[in-house]
């Protein structure tokens, strides 16, 4: 258990896989515990030999229990009856049909989380009380570990090292942490210029919408549903269209610990329909919503003209990974190369924009190369996996489609540049060199497994040239120097900064970014301020004995 409270909070501890034995078949046929997956992130390649992108795919070993719509504590389906397809995106065949809820949906699951907060025992409980379901939810989350991490390989396609191993543990650890929280929600007290006695109270928002992304649902799952109960709030959560299956999944553990009805209702479903529906719902009291920075802003217009709800926005990235001249080289390129390559480079952290000082830039150029032409590509259910498919084909398309247009703006492929295999949606690592800020794979978030590697001769150009973007979510530095760290930690625009490291997620470290990157922060105590209002209580005082 120790090892697995360590783990929980550091993806980037879990990307390798262990056999469990020699003799499991199809090299994994049977999910292994989370513990038998748990490792620190080492600086070598897999060693276990994958098999290709090409072969026969294993059958996860794990039922669909869930895929209707959940409103007011039932599995219901949607009023039109509609369904859609969510796909293995190993394959691009259906897994299963799910529920396709629209405006009509959204608004039965808003009426059922407004008479949840309105009239039901959630915002009423003892935060006590509330801190004990969240508690047995995180136990149920462990007890059915295996099912929760196949379902989410299944459905998104990271590998079931990663599921297992980190962000299954990083859902209970997240949900442990904000039951923590719950009863210990303080309000103030402040000394007043008379004979008043002014409280400060602290609140739930009411009805909280939110919209969760496909690239890590669980985990956006627990940063967003878990706050927002902690406060006290009622909660309608829109899964991603391509991911739908393990919020569904979960969201049941959570009425099985105890949650009331209607309390949080999840619906699935697009964006157009049923996410513009609960954007501009009358009825939502506060919005938050993780994805591209192009649909964030229609977020926040949708919330504007509607009710002018508070908006919580994660959003977008291009993040700098900055290695300067007394770096170990070695390791700086498996730290990079996990910067970029991790989730197969659907990040909205990762640290896409590799720059490198023109001391090691060769060195690191050809090393990159050699570690990228390592990296094992094939089915996430096989033991020694690192990257498994992109989420579907449009995302596949478009990643493809920034590699042509990297090479055809003159940066040096050294590495990858097509798919893997002719199955499914996997493309190979891919490095370029040679590149220049101005060109689209330096500027835009490709959301996929390509590195560019930038290079750069002095502390004050790469500052400037690292904060010259839109985007302002994360950084890396790697250097042996603590002036260089310091001095670039404080000067890089964004809104996590990792020295030495890359990846680390921890429940109480706030996350969320500068500029166009976001509004607001996710994690720690910060997201507690993203569903509480504070109120003023003045009462006159008389004959007071003291003020």
């Known amino acids: 258990m120790a090892a697995r409270r360590a783990a929980s909070s550091i993806l980037s501890r879990c990307l390798l896989a262990r056999s469990a034995s020699a003799s499991s078949p199809a090299g994994n046929s049977a999910l292994l515990g989370a513990g038998a997956l748990l490792h620190r992130f080492s600086t070598a390649p897999a060693a276990a030999a994958a098999a290709p992108a090409t072969d026969e795919p294993i059958q996860p070993p794990v039922e669909i229990k869930y895929t209707q719509l959940l409103i007011n504590g039932n599995f219901v389906d949607a009023a ?68 929760i991490a196949a379902l989410e390989t299944w459905d998104n396609g990271k590998t ?14 997240c949900m442990r942490y904000y039951a923590g929280w719950a009863d210990k929600i303080h309000g103030l007290v402040v000394p007043a210029d008379g004979a008043h006695h002014v ?117 977008g990235g291009k993040s700098p990974f900055i290695v300067m001249d007394d770096a170990d080289v070695d390791q700086a390129v498996e730290l990079a190369h996990h910067a970029v390559f991790f989730n197969q480079g659907q990040c909205c952290c990762a640290g896409s924009r590799t720059f490198v000082h023109e001391r090691v830039y060769d060195e690191f150029v050809e090393k990159s190369k050699a570690r990228a032409q390592k990296r094992v590509v094939g089915d996430p259910f096989r033991n020694g996996v690192e990257q498994g498919p992109q989420i579907d084909e449009e995302q596949f398309k478009k990643i493809l489609r920034y590699v042509r247009s990297g090479v055809d ?67 890396g ?52 301020r993203n569903y509480l209002q504070t109120k003023a209580v003045v009462t006159p005082i008389r004959d007071a004995a003291w003020l």
């Not at 979960?250 to 009805?261: C, N, Q, T």
Request: a neutral charge.
């Open 409 to 475: 703006s003159g940066a040096t492929l050294v590495a990858g540049g097509d798919r893997a295999g002719n199955r499914g949606f996997y493309i190979q690592p891919t490095v370029f060199a040679d590149a220049k800020d101005e060109m689209k794979i330096a500027k835009e978030e490709i959301f996929g497994p390509v590195q560019t590697i930038l290079k750069f001769s002095g502390v004050e150009e790469v500052i400037r040239r690292a904060n010259a973007t839109q985007y302002g979510l994360a950084a």
């Open 477 to 528: 530095v790697f250097t042996r120097s603590l002036d260089a760290a310091n001095t670039l930690s404080r000067a890089l625009r964004a809104g996590t900064v990792w020295v030495n490291c890359y990846d680390v997620f921890d429940a109480g470290i706030p996350f969320g970014g500068y500029k166009m990157s976001g509004v607001g922060r996710e994690k720690g105590i910060y997201a507690l």
């Open 80 to 147: 039109s009856g509609k369904t859609f397809p969510t796909l293995d995106p190993r394959t691009g065949e259906v897994i299963a049909r799910v529920a396709e809820g629209d405006s009509e949906d959204i608004s039965r699951a808003v009426a059922a989380a407004r008479r949840a907060f309105d009239e039901g025992p959630w915002p009423r409980m003892t935060a006590y009380e509330r801190c004990r379901v969240l508690l047995r939810f995180a136990d149920l989350i462990e007890r059915h570990a295996e099912e």
């Open 199 to 315: 409280q400060v109270l602290h609140e739930p928002v009411g009805v909280a919408g939110q919209i969760i992304p496909w690239n890590f649902p669980l985990l956006m799952f627990a940063w967003k549903v878990g706050p927002a109960l902690a406060c006290g709030n009622a909660v309608v959560l829109k899964t991603a269209e391509q991911t739908p299956l393990s919020a569904l999944y979960v969201a049941s553990l959570l009425h099985e610990a105890g949650l009331p009805d209607g309390v949080l209702n999840v619906v699935s479903g697009f964006g157009p329909t049923a996410g513009a529906a609960l954007c501009s719902h009358m009825g939502v009291d506060k919005l938050a919503f993780t994805g591209s920075t192009g649909t964030g802003q229609i977020v926040l217009e949708l919330a504007a003209r509607s009710n002018l709800k508070p908006v919580t926005l994660e959003l």
């Open 160 to 173: 079931l090292a990663q599921s297992a191993g980190a962000e299954v543990p990083m859902l209970a650890r």
